[in-house]
């Protein structure tokens, strides 16, 4: 399984997303930066605290990577499908079930990767700049930032897995535009906000909605490759 990660690594360069990954830290960081700095002065900060700073990334590193995952699901295997390219991996004297599986776990591995990571570099970044810039009010501790961990790694877990979820529309029509219109709009219904008067909650913070939608996509990964072994590309 190894072998083949790394072969559909060189395949697809995926060490090119690489600059995809540090151009959507950068953007995210620096609106969160800028957001926190406007309002600063202002009675109702957009940034009042560390954990909203904290629900703010997420939300955007949220809806940043389901949408990345879904152009490398279009990259790595619908447009595979559409071009009649996966006939020619099919050759090989592998498993296709396990060449599937090789491309799903790419795809899942850098969705979750990548959200963990950026999260981690963020909140890293805001632990030396807090004391000068003061971006929300009161100190952020290391302690604080190591105690997100378990939520961090958790969220990136089932983010991962939510973004296989395009894969269902994309293999329909073997279209790559589906693929991904797909992926930014359960990226935006995931992390919706929904507001209660004078509070505001995600959707995603309702441990049992992203977890539902994580187990679908996990479910539609099964069901892409339970029979391809069997199954004509057609």
């Not at 395009?166 to 991904?180: N, Q």
């Not at 008067?197 to 099964?222: C, E, K, Q, R, T």
Request: hydrophobic content about 50%.
């Amino acid at each position: 399984m190894w072998q083949l990660l790394k072969l559909e690594w060189r395949k697809h360069r995926m060490a090119r997303y690489f600059l995809s990954f540090f151009s959507c830290i950068v953007g995210i960081y620096g609106f969160v930066i800028f957001a926190a700095l406007s309002s600063k002065n202002d009675i109702d900060s957009v940034i009042p605290s560390y954990n909203d700073f904290l629900t703010l990334v997420t939300l955007l590193t949220n809806i940043t990577f389901i949408i990345l995952g879904g152009v490398i699901l279009s990259r790595v295997i619908i447009s595979e499908f559409r071009t009649k390219t996966i006939n020619v991996l099919f050759t090989y004297p592998i498993r296709r079930k396990t060449l599937m599986l090789a491309k799903l776990l790419l795809v899942f591995s850098l969705t979750a990767a990548g959200l963990f990571l950026g999260t981690w570099i963020m909140q890293g970044l805001t632990y030396f700049l807090q004391p000068s810039l003061g971006l929300f009010e009161g100190t952020f501790t290391m302690r604080e930032m190591l105690d997100t961990f378990p939520k961090t790694f958790t969220n990136a877990i089932m983010m991962g897995a939510i973004a296989l979820i395009p894969l269902y529309f994309g293999m329909r029509k073997k279209s790559t535009s589906a693929t991904i219109t797909s992926a930014v709009l359960i990226g935006f219904l995931i992390n919706s906000t929904v507001s209660n008067g004078g509070s505001s909650f995600s959707l995603s913070d309702v441990i049992i909605i992203p977890l539902i939608f994580s187990l679908l996509g996990a479910g539609i990964a099964y069901l892409s490759i339970r029979n391809i072994d069997r199954k004509d590309v057609v």
